[in-house]
T-cell receptor, first 116, second 112 residues
Framework: GAGVSQSPSNKVTEKGKDVELRCDPI?????LYWYRQSLGQGLEFLIY????????KSGLPSDRFSAERTGGSVSTLTIQRTQQEDSAVYLC??????????????FGEGSRLTVL | KQEVTQIPAALSVPEGENLVLNCSFT??????LQWFRQDPGKGLTSLLL?????REQTSGRLNASLDKSSGRSTLYIAASQPGDSATYLC???????????FGSGTRLQVQP
């Protein structure tokens, strides 16, 4: 596709349920990032994938959060046993080269998660 | 640890004014600096990317400058329009990580 695609755009779930958020990066982009934006807060880095390298998971807030990237393309962010504080907009971004290569980041529209 | 500060937090101007948004960062060892725009309920749109070796970048009515040694960048918007109303964010690489650290943004309102 022309841009980064995320689904679902909105997700409402009950506390304790698991959710999966999907990101389709721009074709050919080797770097993929997940960020979280809580109401009134700045963007919080979650995880970074670059090619076949081990992901940088240093931003994941707890072990309830995990992410994978299959075939170097589509990524899924999974939140297990959701809590109300997980409510936020989850943003995915991709880059042709990653930051070390001077790459520009392109963001999707985000997935808004509401945990009741 | 990289910290990014944006001033002012909010700005309201009449249409047609030229304006400057400020961004400062604590660690000058950066690959690049990127300016984004975010409309309410939307994702981020990349406006300008300045590599560490560059002093400025221009796109239409937007001009961004970078002074790496002093840890500062400015985004200049010429002849502002109501359609420019949005939150503007700057971001630089996080020290020791391969991700961007974002400022908290400047919320701009251009009055018609």
């Amino acid at each position: 596709g022309a841009g980064v695609s995320q689904s679902p755009s909105n997700k409402v779930t009950e506390k304790g349920k698991d959710v999966e958020l999907r990101c389709d990066p721009i074709s050919g982009h080797t770097a993929l990032y997940w960020y979280r934006q809580s109401l009134g807060q700045g963007l919080e880095f979650l995880i970074y994938f670059q090619g076949n390298s081990a992901p940088d998971k240093s931003g994941l807030p707890s072990d309830r959060f995990s992410a994978e990237r299959t075939g170097g393309s589509v990524s899924t962010l999974t939140i297990q046993r959701t809590q109300q504080e997980d409510s936020a907009v989850y943003l995915c971004a991709s880059s042709p080269t990653g930051l070390a290569g001077g790459g520009e980041l392109f963001f999707g529209e985000g997935s808004r998660l509401t945990v009741l | 640890k990289q910290e990014v500060t944006q001033i002012p937090a909010a700005l309201s101007v009449p249409e047609g004014e030229n304006l400057v948004l400020n961004c400062s960062f604590t660690d000058s060892a950066i690959y690049n600096l990127q300016w984004f725009r975010q409309d309410p309920g939307k994702g981020l749109t990349s406006l300008l990317l300045i590599q560490s070796s560059q002093r400025e970048q221009t796109s239409g009515r937007l001009n961004a400058s970078l002074d790496k040694s002093s840890g500062r960048s400015t985004l200049y918007i010429a002849a502002s329009q109501p359609g420019d109303s949005a939150t503007y964010l700057c971001a630089v690489p996080t020290t020791g990580r391969r991700a961007l650290t974002f400022g908290s943004g400047t919320r701009l309102q251009v009055q018609p």
